[in-house]
């Protein structure tokens, strides 16, 4: 496999992509919702910092995947 | 002269210092990938700090809490732009950047050609970069300008401090390069972190003693900044996809991705910028919530951020968050200057005079223009101030029709210049038609419309010539 080919995006990659843009937009309508609240915090904020979290861990865990993939 | 203009100006001149040193420390300075993309040597933490600096522009970091505090929630959309953006760069930035080492590329449009094996569709793509990358300079000289103002009370002569800060910048990145920038943006990047984060936990810990406190009270002054009610939902919606799909179509940006060492440090890399965001952005756009919530009533949303630091723990606080936004604006400025001008010597210059520059003429072409370039924003700073946001969304849109040459094209083999060329030219279009005629259709922002027409223009000359294949 030439380096240019071994560099090129995997479908599996894409599928995450895809996932987390959903994520990010499609539940924005349902969680609108000032009165409901996780922990004190109202649901929209909530969900979208544990969302960002999550996002930040998943581009973690992909670099820690690949690095031991490497290995 | 006030403590926090001291302390502001003072890091802006630390930081003048650092990057002429970083430019005596050179080695082949004459090379152009050592010029242009410091030798594609950057390790992870330069690279990191150096990225994080260039992306977070003074526009960022005084606008996050700015946002939250004129429109609410709809301020996450800042959290998910850059969020998405670092998954789409995780997966595609390391094709780009091993095409790019592997035939020594230097520039975003240096990328277009070798993809596209056409001159037209690379000068358009320089020429869009460019163009559309001028008012965001002028907007980091202003966003200088206007932390003076805030932090000396008028006192000080604004704009002419902000244009001499700025034409420090113009004389490290003239001498220096990428070497340069990047030194100096590891500063930059890190005091920018620690003002971000430092500054607004201290602020919703001091006042609110955490985030369940801080929305009680923004519940009693205002609900409807919890919610998206502010702007719509198909807003907020479009926007996320625009903003995070345009992410990397900054020709800038991609010129960034030349500089790492290895694909190593390109992920480890995308991996640390986005808990950047969780540290810096996310918690900025609070401080937002937390100047509505104290009831302070600001001439401009954007002094959200320094003016709730500033009733929370004085001046010096002040100085270091005016420090801060300063160096977010200088670094961004810094980054974009040096890609304008190795843009345009490299792919606008020397393919329409059909000069070769060579590597010491491409260097000298590029620093000529640095210095030009340098010279046009700061006129324009004077000159037509009051453009600048819509000039800015106006260029959000412009180089999002970059996307499907750029992103599309990696996972799309057979893509090629006759469709590109005709989408791009049609999004260009939807675009400015829109932007004039003030026109937002069913409530989607229109750098979406742009590109769903450059999309649609794509699609039709794809699926017309295969059928004219098949005839054949």
């Known amino acids: 496999m030439s380096s240019l ?24 309508v349902l969680l609108d919702k000032p009165d409901v609240k996780v922990l004190g915090v109202p649901v929209l904020w909530f969900y979208y910092i544990a969302l960002s979290v999550a996002t930040s861990l998943v581009i973690t865990l992909m670099y820690l995947v690949e690095e031991r993939w490497r290995l | 002269m006030s403590v926090a203009v001291s302390i502001m100006l003072s890091t802006i001149l630390a930081s003048a210092l650092i990057g002429l040193l970083a430019a005596k420390l050179r080695v082949k300075a004459l090379r152009a990938d050592t010029y242009i993309v410091a030798g594609r040597a950057l390790g992870t933490l330069v690279y990191f700090l150096n990225a994080a600096a260039a ?38 930035a390391p094709y780009i950047w091993s095409v790019a080492k592997r035939n020594n590329l230097l520039t975003f449009s240096d990328y277009i050609m070798w993809r596209y094996g056409s001159r037209v569709l690379m000068v ?12 965001y300079v002028q907007m980091q000289i202003r966003s200088v300008s206007i932390l003076l103002d805030l932090c000396s009370g008028g006192a000080v002569p604004a704009l002419h401090v902000a244009a001499l800060s700025f034409l420090l910048v113009v004389l490290y990145v003239f001498l220096g390069g990428m070497i340069s920038v990047a030194i100096t943006n590891v500063f930059f990047g890190a005091l920018m972190l620690a003002t971000m984060f430092g500054g607004s936990l201290a602020v919703i810990l001091k006042y609110f003693g955490g985030l369940p406190g801080l929305y009680s009270a923004v519940e009693s002054v205002s609900p409807a900044h919890l919610t998206l009610g502010l702007r719509s939902e198909a807003w ?95 670094s961004t400025a810094a980054a974009i200057l040096l890609d304008q001008a190795s843009t345009t010597a490299r792919n606008m210059i020397e393919p329409l005079t059909r000069a070769r520059l060579g590597d010491r003429g491409l260097v000298a072409v590029t620093r000529i223009l640095v210095l030009v370039y340098g010279a046009i924003s700061t006129v324009l700073a004077y000159t037509s101030p009051g453009l600048l946001v819509d000039l800015y969304l106006l260029s959000a849109s412009g180089v999002l029709q970059l996307f499907p040459a750029l992103i599309v094209g990696v996972f799309w083999r057979s893509l090629s210049k006759l469709e590109v060329i005709p989408g791009l030219v049609a999004g260009e279009v939807a675009v400015v038609v829109l932007y004039a005629l003030k026109l937002e259709p069913y409530g989607v922002a229109y ?16 699926a017309a010539r295969r059928l004219a294949a098949g005839i054949k």
Not at chain 2, 298 to 317: C, I, K, Q, T
């Open chain 2, 55 to 92: 992306i977070y522009s003074g526009y960022t970091f005084l606008g996050g809490a700015g946002y939250s505090y004129k429109f609410g929630a709809a301020a996450i959309f800042m959290w998910a732009t850059s969020l998405l953006g670092y998954v789409v760069g995780y997966i595609v």
């Open chain 2, 447 to 462: 750098m979406m419309w742009g590109l769903l027409v450059n999309v649609a223009v794509i699609l039709v000359v794809y």
């Open chain 2, 236 to 330: 907020f919606i479009s926007t996320i996809i625009g903003t995070a799909l345009n992410f990397w179509v900054w020709s800038t940006r991609v010129q960034l991705l030349y500089t790492a060492r290895d694909v190593r440090v390109l992920r480890r890399g995308m991996a640390l910028l986005s808990w950047y965001i969780i540290l810096g952005t996310v918690w900025i756009t609070h401080v937002g919530l937390a100047a509505l919530a104290l009831g302070l009533k600001l001439r401009d949303p954007d002094y959200a951020f320094a003016r709730v630091v500033e009733l929370a723990y004085g001046e010096v606080a002040l100085g270091l968050v005016a420090a801060g936004g300063a160096a977010a604006s200088l």
């Open chain 2, 124 to 135: 358009l793509a320089a020429a869009i970069s460019v163009i559309f990358n001028v008012p």
């Open chain 1, 5 to 28: 080919e071994e560099y090129k995006p995997r479908n599996w990659e894409l599928v995450v992509c895809v996932v987390l843009f959903a994520l990010w937009t499609v539940p924005a």
